[in-house]
């Protein structure tokens, strides 16, 4: 599904190159649930933003569905991102004057699709906030503006979800209903990559990879 | 309601207040510039009216200046030179002159009132030929000592219908028969009497002003004038048209000006839809990665921006219109108290398409001040807007 060869990531800061992934291989397979975990600039991110097509690696190769993406035009890229990834970020990013509903519906806009009321509350349903589609974010629990941005990442149909600390901001209920989410998401057939600083969270993904100073350094 | 235009206005609406600031500066400049448009129209096609009204074709006034002659036929200048009705001979004698009719105009000394009245004497019998938009309470005068005030004169001395305002060169009482309704222009502020009866008041007999021509075929008129010309020395002759162009020169420069004006007031909305947009992009920029992150292309990016824009610039300028349209009463008040000519009638009317192009306009300002912060926002780099 996810194959990473040999990923190198170096980016300027001010007037020093910064090697934030050092190599890096990783192979995630379909309908896999994986948790990755490291300190604070160990180039998690990074390597979620280069699973996702967001960033392109300085060297290696990314194949997503043995399509490489390492040098794909842009316009490719937003494609295979609208076709098949979802992105779930720690600050949610719901759009404060649309109700749940549309915020849900928002990625369908730039596929060119049609928001299906049905679409939308099946997916609503699915995390729990069919009783709230009517209500703008500030109305909103962080846990409920959490699911909605779940909701959000599955509404164009993805084959992955990549989440960045999606609980980092929420209680350890709402946490818990977070990852139970994302459990039966991997069940229902999605690949879910997970950054997290939460162990226990880490503990109960099927893999668990982690990250130091730009590398894997172990995988459990 | 397309998801973009809803996604847009919902953006415009977070920041009210700054929405609302913008939209006003676009609503006052595209007011500003319908208001000027709207005028400069109305006022040619016053104008054109206005002379059309006259029922005069030239004036014969002494050799000067056009401008004097547009002023005098317009609002009664005082002009300090004088024909001799002598001239009347000429005219009644020239072939295809229909009718004649002098013109006097002067400031009149009443020491005793201790003011200074503006006479303006004429021909009682052609008066509602050459003034046919006046209405008058009470009657136009038939004898040498009666007379017409202006509104305004009537009103500032007090004066009613019946009442004595002065007296001849006779010392007869001259009678006021009747007074003009509020005009709005300079007529207002005149005394009408017989021309005889104002030339005796001068002690100028048989002096003019002017003399104003109606011919009996207009195509002619190159004919008449170019024979009268030759057959009167010291005179000059004025057409209508002529008139026309010397106001309306006068009125192109003021016009330049207040276009010049209004261009700087929509170049300042501009910069302020700018600003405003350019603000509201740097405050999303996080959103504005999330979005790229779920599907967004640069475009999608750069049309909810520019719609955005769009959306600000046609709703300032349709609310501008309706501004600059009730206020139009408002700004004709304006203008008639501090313009020394202005033609009766409406000034400023509205017209449909002179609104519609107005309203374009501004949008193509606007789509055009939105276009920086609209690429701005779609080279924002996803990645780096996430780590905000």
Not at chain 1, 119 to 145: C, T, Y
Not at chain 2, 19 to 33: K, Q
Not at chain 2, 100 to 121: F, H, M
Not at chain 2, 130 to 138: A, F, Q, S, T, Y
Request: with cysteine.
């Amino acid at each position: 599904m996810i194959e990473l060869n040999n990923i190198e990531k170096t980016y300027r800061r001010g007037a020093e190159d910064v090697r934030a992934l050092r190599g890096v291989d990783l192979m995630i397979d379909k309908e896999e649930l994986v948790a990755i975990t490291g300190p604070s600039g160990a180039g998690k991110t990074t390597l979620l933003h280069i699973l996702g097509c967001l960033d392109q690696p300085t060297n290696g190769q990314v194949l997503i569905d043995s399509i490489d993406t390492s040098n794909l035009p842009e316009f490719e890229l937003v494609k295979l991102r609208r076709e098949k990834i979802g992105f779930v970020f720690q600050q949610f990013y719901l759009i404060p004057g649309l109700s749940v509903f549309d915020n849900i519906a928002l990625p369908l806009l730039f596929s060119n699709k049609e928001a299906s009321p049905e679409k939308i509350k099946r997916l609503a349903g699915m995390v729990g906030l069919e009783h709230r589609l009517d209500h703008v974010p500030s109305q909103l629990s962080g846990g409920e503006m959490q699911r909605t941005a779940i909701a959000r990442g599955l509404v164009n149909d993805p084959e992955i979800l990549l989440a960045d600390e999606p609980t980092g901001n929420l209680d350890s209920k709402s946490s818990d209903r977070i990852f139970e989410i994302l459990r039966s998401l991997k069940s229902a057939g999605l690949t879910i990559v997970m950054i997290t600083h939460n162990p226990d969270l880490a503990a109960r993904a099927e893999r668990t990879i982690q990250i130091k100073d730009g590398a894997v350094h172990t995988e459990v | 309601m397309s998801g973009y235009l809803k996604l847009s206005i919902k953006n415009l609406l977070r920041h009210r207040t700054r929405s609302a600031l913008t939209m006003l500066g676009i609503a006052a400049s595209v007011g500003v510039l319908f208001s000027v448009l709207s005028f400069n129209r109305g006022f040619t096609e016053g104008l054109a009216d206005e002379l059309d009204r006259t029922g005069l074709h030239f004036m014969v006034v002494p050799s000067g200046c056009a401008h004097e002659v547009a002023a005098l036929v317009l609002h009664g200048a005082v002009i300090p030179k004088f024909l001799d009705t002598s001239v009347m001979k000429h005219l009644q004698e020239t072939d295809g002159v229909a009718f004649s009719t002098p013109i006097l105009v002067a400031q009149l000394a009443n020491p005793e009132k201790e003011r200074i009245d503006l006479i303006y004497g004429v021909d009682m019998q052609v008066l509602s030929a050459i003034k046919p938009g006046w209405k008058i309470e009470g009657a136009i005068p038939t004898q040498p000592n009666e007379i017409l005030l202006g509104h305004e004169v009537a009103e500032h001395e007090g004066i009613k219908t019946g009442d004595v305002f002065s007296e001849t060169a006779d010392g007869e009482p001259m009678i006021v028969t009747g007074i003009i309704e509020l005009t709005g222009s300079q007529d207002d502020a005149f005394v009408y009497l017989p021309i005889e009866t104002a030339q005796q008041l001068l002690q100028k007999p048989g002096a003019a002003t002017a003399i104003g021509v109606k011919v009996n075929d207009p195509g002619r008129m190159s004919e008449i004038t170019d024979a009268l010309t030759a057959a009167v020395p010291g005179i000059q002759i004025v057409t209508m048209g002529q008139v026309m162009n010397s106001i309306s020169n006068l009125a192109a420069s003021a016009r330049a000006l207040s276009l010049a004006i209004v261009l700087i007031a929509i170049l300042i909305s501009a910069v302020g839809v700018m600003n405003s947009i350019l603000m509201s992009v740097f405050e999303r920029t996080q959103e504005i990665g999330m979005m790229r992150s779920v599907g967004a292309s640069r475009k999608n990016i750069f049309r909810i921006i520019l719609e955005e824009t769009a959306i600000l610039s046609i709703a300032g300028g349709l609310l501008g219109i309706v501004i600059a349209t009730l206020g139009s009463k408002l700004i004709e008040a304006f203008v008639r108290s501090v313009m020394p000519f202005v033609p009766s009638g409406n000034l400023i009317s509205f017209d449909p398409l002179l609104a519609l192009g107005s309203v374009l306009f501004i949008m193509v300002i606007g789509i055009g001040s939105g276009l920086y912060p609209a690429a701005k926002a779609s080279k924002i780099n996803p990645v780096e807007a996430i780590k905000g």
